[in-house]
């Protein structure tokens, strides 16, 4: 069973309000069969009144776009994000779908290029006119997709923890930013493991270069060293080298934050090399290795490692037993969820309570609605939409287990308010 329960937020008490706005909704179902939904009189609204712009929204469905890379390097990453977004359209459609209409989808491959990604986005918005679009998974592919999403005003659903330092009107992030990710984790590594010196390693691009630029002012601001650093082109597979080097370095941290493909290389060698992480000397942390990666990686070559992250498929709690359940009865038994396959779930659902909020699938409504959203019932627990379109969230570490799952170590006790512009790290 997926129960989900999301509140708008809002208190107006005016009398659209109160035909147009769900003030709770508790949806109880098993996938494929309705237990409980709204019978409000505005459930299936005439076209005209919520679909003022052209979008594909008919008397009985409405149109969506997916799009991630399913081809290329990104793709060991990004497609439990496809599974998840459509494992939640299934499950809105069973309980009757977005304003009495059932959620179709369009799927676009980004194949792990950029240009592919601006190139399809335009495709989802101008010529199939979708409603929203839930995808990218790079921040590359974010900011390739930004100007088209923003140009044709569609709305993108991006679920990946980035590096921050952005903040749009057509985007809702799902994901952590650097406030929540990057600067937490570090103060947990410092606090609770005394570490005084790091080695900054990551792919070549945008997020991962941000990333350790919010990382080493961080760390220097802590008074602390960072003794080495070094980027790699997406898909690499040779890392002797610089493993030699953070082996010459011996730094208290390695902090990692190598994508997709390069993953499996990176850790299979540096077992290779002698490093026993369950030693803790080096320590490695990680804000790139989901549960996803670790299947092609394996448990029995990251055991020992931390991660930084909002969410673990290990999360003990009803609303990810639930979820967890209805993944693998959808995908299978052998399947694992990572922290962006749960970002990439939100998804879906916060689209549906902004729609249901405005009563209209019109993007400028969304946008107005979106703020003070709220999902009481997601798998890692509780997230709320900020004004800034960022989700408030909880900051975790978890431990690197050799089944490939991780073991939650620590959880912040509040939520932490997102920050995308943190003032001295831009």
């Given at each position: ?16 309000f ?51 890379s ?15 977004e459509?494992l939640?359209i299934?499950q809105?459609?069973?309980?009757g ?5 059932k ?6 491959d980004g194949?792990?290029?950029?240009p592919t990604?601006a190139?399809?986005?335009?495709k ?13 998974w ?74 350790n ?22 898909g ?22 190598v ?56 999360l ?93 170590v ?12 943190p003032?001295g790290?831009?």
């Amino acid at each position: 069973m997926c129960i989900f329960n999301y509140e708008s937020g809002s208190r107006d008490n005016s009398p659209v309000f109160k035909r147009r706005s769900f003030i709770k909704t508790l949806i109880a179902f098993p996938l494929g069969l309705i237990l409980a939904s709204s019978t409000l009189s505005w459930a299936n609204p005439p076209t005209s009144e919520v679909n003022t712009t052209g979008l594909a929204v008919t008397d009985d469905t409405v149109t969506v776009g997916i799009l991630h890379s399913v081809t290329g390097t990104m793709a060991i990453s990004e497609t439990g994000s496809v599974q998840a977004e459509k494992l939640a359209i299934d499950q809105i459609n069973a309980m009757g779908g977005v304003l009495g209409r059932k959620i179709e989808y369009i799927q676009e491959d980004g194949a792990s290029d950029w240009p592919t990604f601006a190139e399809k986005s335009k495709k989802l918005l101008v010529n199939d006119k979708v409603a929203a679009v839930f995808g990218c998974w790079t921040s590359a592919s974010r900011k390739a997709v930004l100007p088209v999403f923003e140009q044709y005003n569609g709305m993108l659903y991006y679920p990946t923890f980035y590096e921050g330092l952005e903040q749009s009107p057509n985007v809702i992030y799902t994901g952590q930013e650097a406030t929540q990710q990057i600067i937490a984790g570090i103060d947990w590594v410092v606090k609770e493991k005394g570490a005084k010196t790091f080695y900054l390693l990551g792919s070549d691009y945008i997020w991962p270069r941000t990333s350790n630029k919010i990382a080493r002012k961080h760390i220097e601001k802590l008074g602390l060293k960072v003794v080495g650093e070094e980027y790699y082109p997406l898909g690499h597979t040779q890392f002797n080298s610089v493993i030699n080097k953070i082996k010459l370095k011996k730094p208290d941290v390695i902090y990692a934050i190598v994508v997709g493909g390069s993953n499996v290389a990176f850790y299979k060698q540096l077992k290779a090399a002698g490093i026993d992480l369950t030693k803790e000397k080096p320590l490695l942390l990680t804000i790139s290795v989901t549960e996803d990666e670790i299947l092609g990686i394996g448990g029995e070559n990251i055991e020992g490692a931390y991660a930084a992250m909002k969410y673990f498929q290990s999360l003990d709690n009803p609303n990810n037993q639930a979820f967890v359940q209805a993944f693998k009865d959808k995908w299978g038994q052998d399947i694992v969820i990572g922290d962006v396959t749960q970002a990439a779930y939100l998804g879906p659902w916060l689209w549906k309570a902004a729609v249901e909020k405005a009563g209209s699938f019109d993007i400028d409504k969304i946008r107005a609605a979106s703020p003070g959203i709220e999902l009481t019932t997601a798998p890692e627990g509780y997230v709320r939409i900020h004004e800034n379109h960022h989700l408030w969230s909880k900051t975790r570490v978890g431990l690197a287990q050799k089944d490939g799952q991780y073991k939650v170590v620590y959880e912040s006790e509040e939520l932490i308010e997102p920050n995308p512009f943190p003032v001295g790290y831009q």
